[in-house]
Each structure stands twice: as C-alpha cells, then as structure tokens.
C-alpha cells in the first residue's frame, strides 16, 4: 500500500546558544571537500535532545555536521571521534550508517570536536499524523524496525576495524556499572524508584550472550524512512554509543522505547514513536520478531529493565544541564518527571514475570 505524504527532516535556523561561525570552518571545509567554493550557510536539525547536528552548504555542497552540545561535561557520552570511526568502519558492511567525510580535532574551529557525514533525506517520525496510519502500514514499519537492528546485529563483528571499537568479555555487567556510575554523577532528586531498579540490575546481571555492533539508542526517531515507502529504512542515525558488545543489552534499548496500549497513560505521554498504535509490533511482538530474525532463545526481562534504567539516566544527564544552567531549552525543564516516570515503569515491571505480561500481545 501507499505510504501516507510526510515531509522530509528539514533543518531551521539556529538556536542562538549554539551558533557556530561559518568562516571559522572555511579551512577545514576547504580541506574536506579538496576545493575552493563560495559562500558558506548553516541550519540547525533543532528536534534532537542530545548532539548537535547542522546542515552545512558550502558552495554546492552540502554535509551534516555533529559536534557535543555546549556546555556537555560526559565527554564519553559525546565521543566524535567514536561515532566517526564506527561509521567508518561500517562502509560496505551495512548501508544504513552514512557516509563519514572528515573529522576536526581543532576546537577553535566550532567549540568542540566535531565531524562531516553524508545527509540522507527522508522521514524522521516525531509523531506527525501517525494516528492516521493503517494498521497494516504500523505492522510493517514496526517489524522493518526490528528487522534492521536484527541485520545490524548480524555484520560481522570480528573485523578487525570493528573488533577494535569494543571489549565483549564483561561487557554486561561493565554497562550495569557505567550507567550507575553516570546516574551518581548527573543526580539532582532521590528518586526511589531509580534507586530501586539500580540495585536490581546490579544484583541480577546475566551471562553474555555473545558478541555484535550494537547501536545503544536505536528507536524510530533515530532511523530515516523512506517518504514513498515508510516501511523501507534507508539510514540510521546517532551512533555515539554504538561499540561492539551483547546484542540483547541492543534489543533492551528498543523495548525500553517501545509504549504498549496498555501501559500507564503518563508513559504514553512522551511517545518514541507509534507503538502503541493499532498494527503496532507489542513488546511481546519486538521479542519475538527478533528471536525469529535470528534464532536466539533468551528471557528479555533483565534487558527491559536495565534499558529503562539506562535510558533514565540519559534524560537525567540532559536534565542536569538545564538545572545548571548550561542550556535554557525549555524541552529540558519537564525531564526530571521524565526520570520518575520510567523509574516507575521499571518497577512495574520488576512486578511481572513475563515479557508477554506487559503488553497486550503481539
């Protein structure tokens, strides 16, 4: 069937905290793109809470430029460098991450490191008429999405540019320590349902369950789809956790982005994009159109609560910089009930035995 007529992500004119200087950039683009060209223009992909990402036009070309946000003081969480050689090392081996151009070590060049990748056009879902959406059109989509984590996962890991970005051995229980680590570090509240999952994941970390590219925020608003067919993805975006490491921790992410119709109303409030819409893979649907892509047998509570956990202590280092003062975004300020609230979920939760008992069936 037809896919619905959506606009293409399009960028808009810059936040005026986050001006960069376009002559500042003039060497380095010269350098990049190896000629001398005209004028050089900058807008803002302004709808993401975590990278800054530009469109650049220089002359006749045009590239994505992404640097940390100002202020930012995780500076892991923001690894430029990182993001550009796994894009790197993913050329020819799976074509849904972007072309990288150049990279910048120079900071007096945009306050930051930064890099240039490939744009690719297309749909980003932020939540634009998609209650409109058939139900069949939201089946295909949502298993396309479960489908492409499943090919990702299924690029060999074992090259040696890739091998290189991750440590496997541990890995499981080396995330359950960093991202307790970083909640320590970006706390502003006692939020006791935080505290509670934190010291479940601790105490109830399973065994590897072997080794893959791992993407680490995979969700709707991280892919591009194509605007003539919404169920093809043709790019994945944001790749600044992305390393080599335990699949299922992947998988976890994207049930922890994934609102069942059932769920609690405050949780829907805040929707990473149409799950819960009637067509929609359920969680329960996500597990097993993943255990069916890649024939792996595994008990998914563990990775939809730390991936709660982990996705809480993101919001929480976002929300401290607003608390600081760091960025005045107003989208920052109602955060901190954002944490409270996917505490809440995980603890739900940690009251159910089953992934099939929190959600309505696939």
């Known amino acids: 069937m037809a896919s619905p007529a959506l606009p293409t992500d399009e960028p808009s004119d810059l936040r005026d905290e986050e001006r960069l200087d376009p002559e500042r950039l003039r060497p380095f683009l010269e350098s990049a793109f190896g000629k001398r060209e005209g004028p050089i223009s900058l807008l803002q992909f ?6 800054l990402t530009y469109l650049v036009r220089y002359g006749d070309e045009e590239a994505v430029l992404r640097r940390a946000p100002f202020g930012v003081k995780v500076k892991t969480a923001h690894d430029m460098r990182r993001e550009f050689t796994i894009l790197s090392a993913l050329q020819g081996l799976y074509d849904k991450a972007p072309r990288p151009i150049a990279f910048c070590d120079d900071e007096s060049v945009a306050g930051a490191k930064f890099y240039l ?25 949502s298993t396309a999405l479960v489908e492409n984590l499943a090919d990702l996962h299924a690029v060999d890991a074992s090259r040696p540019a890739l091998s ?27 939020i006791a349902e935080i505290e509670a999952v934190q010291t479940w994941v601790n105490a109830n ?58 769920d609690p109303p405050e949780l829907r409030l805040r929707p990473y994009g149409p799950t819960f819409l009637p067509g929609s893979l359920s969680r329960k649907g996500v597990v097993e159109a993943y255990a069916k892509k890649t024939g792996r047998t595994f008990e998914p509570l563990f990775y939809y609560v730390f991936a709660l956990f982990k996705i809480a202590v993101i919001v929480q280092q976002i929300y401290k910089r607003f608390v600081e003062g760091s960025t005045s975004d107003p989208r920052f300020r109602a955060l901190g009930e954002w944490v409270r609230v996917l505490g809440r979920q995980a603890a739900l939760a940690l009251d159910k035995d089953r992934i099939d008992r929190l959600g309505t069936g696939s």
């Not at 302004?46 to 990278?51: A, C, E, F, I, Y």
Request: charged fraction near 25%; aromatic fraction near 8%.
């Open 46 to 51: 302004r709808k993401g809470h975590s990278n």
């Open 117 to 141: 990748m490939e744009r690719r056009r297309g749909v980003v879902l932020r939540g634009q008429g998609v209650e409109s959406f058939p139900p069949e059109l939201l089946r295909g989509m």
């Open 164 to 190: 290189a970005m991750g440590h496997p051995q541990g890995y499981v229980r080396r995330q359950v320590e960093g991202w307790s680590a970083r909640y320590a570090n970006a706390k502003t509240d006692e």
């Open 205 to 262: 970390v399973p065994p590897e369950s072997g080794a893959a590219v791992v993407h680490n925020d995979y969700k709707y608003d991280n892919v591009i789809l194509d605007p003539a067919d919404l169920t093809r993805i043709v790019a994945v975006l944001d790749w600044e956790m992305a390393t080599v490491g335990d699949p299922l921790l992947d998988l976890g992410t994207l049930l922890g982005y994934w609102s069942d119709p059932d």
